[in-house]
T-cell receptor
Framework: QKEVEQNSGPLSVPEGAIASLNCTYSDRGSQSFFWYRQYSGKSPELIMSIYSNGDKEDGRFTAQLNKASQYVSLLIRDSQPSDSATYLCAVPLNQAGTALIFGKGTTLSVSS | EAQVTQNPRYLITVTGKKLTVTCSQNMNHEYMSWYRQDPGLGLRQIYYSMNVEVTDKGDVPEGYKVSRKEKRNFPLILESPSPNQTSLYFC?????????????FGNGTRLTVT
């Protein structure tokens, strides 16, 4: 059975700092990885996807993937209070990436 | 506006009283899923559907039923709800096309079973 592990946090960082969120996964055959952000009481929304080893940057967000170590991370540069949310790591159950297994999420708190 | 619509947003019911949570998407997506979210347990998949009349169990299917008679609708049925099904439920859909097929989530249904 596929598993996705995340530290639950809370992870607290000051405004302007870099927040680093980590995720490990059990299925060595996983090919795609997703980061979702969920504000309290709201539904999750996709913020990053990554398929190849290395880094992928999108604005203040950088996803890092190391398939050999079965490790994926999300860096948030210049953290803002509006980034305070729970971040969910997910890997697909099927090839299309439509049915996902989610980690339990890491709660990030950015203080101003 | 492209969206996934769940109803109701809040539901309080009693043990054993059958209920249905509706889910509809207007994006012509083939893939639809139901998740429940509980504190400390995260999001867990209940059922998913790859297309009309094609459904499959997720991680926690016990106590739930689904049907996919039309592409746009994917209702979640609790034939005999129990208190351990008190949870926040999300419906999601995806096109399943291309390298990135993000899940589009509905706004959630908070169910309380007493």
């Amino acid at each position: 059975q596929k598993e996705v592990e995340q530290n639950s946090g809370p992870l607290s960082v000051p405004e302007g700092a870099i927040a680093s969120l980590n995720c490990t996964y059990s299925d060595r055959g996983s090919q795609s990885f997703f980061w979702y952000r969920q504000y309290s009481g709201k539904s999750p929304e996709l913020i990053m996807s990554i398929y190849s080893n290395g880094d992928k940057e999108d604005g203040r967000f950088t996803a890092q993937l190391n398939k050999a170590s079965q490790y994926v991370s999300l860096l948030i540069r210049d953290s803002q209070p509006s980034d305070s949310a729970t971040y969910l790591c997910a890997v697909p159950l099927n090839q299309a990436g439509t049915a996902l297994i989610f980690g339990k999420g890491t709660t990030l708190s950015v203080s101003s | 506006e492209a969206q996934v619509t769940q109803n109701p947003r809040y539901l309080i019911t009693v043990t054993g009283k059958k209920l249905t949570v509706t889910c509809s998407q207007n994006m012509n997506h083939e893939y639809m899923s139901w998740y429940r979210q509980d504190p400390g347990l995260g999001l867990r998949q209940i059922y998913y559907s790859m297309n009309v009349e094609v459904t499959d169990k997720g991680d926690v299917p016990e106590g739930y039923k689904v049907s996919r008679k039309e592409k746009r609708n994917f209702p979640l049925i609790l034939e005999s709800p129990s208190p351990n099904q008190t949870s926040l439920y999300f419906c999601a859909s995806s096109s399943g096309q291309g390298d990135v097929s993000p899940l589009h989530f509905g706004n959630g249904t908070r169910l309380t079973v007493t």
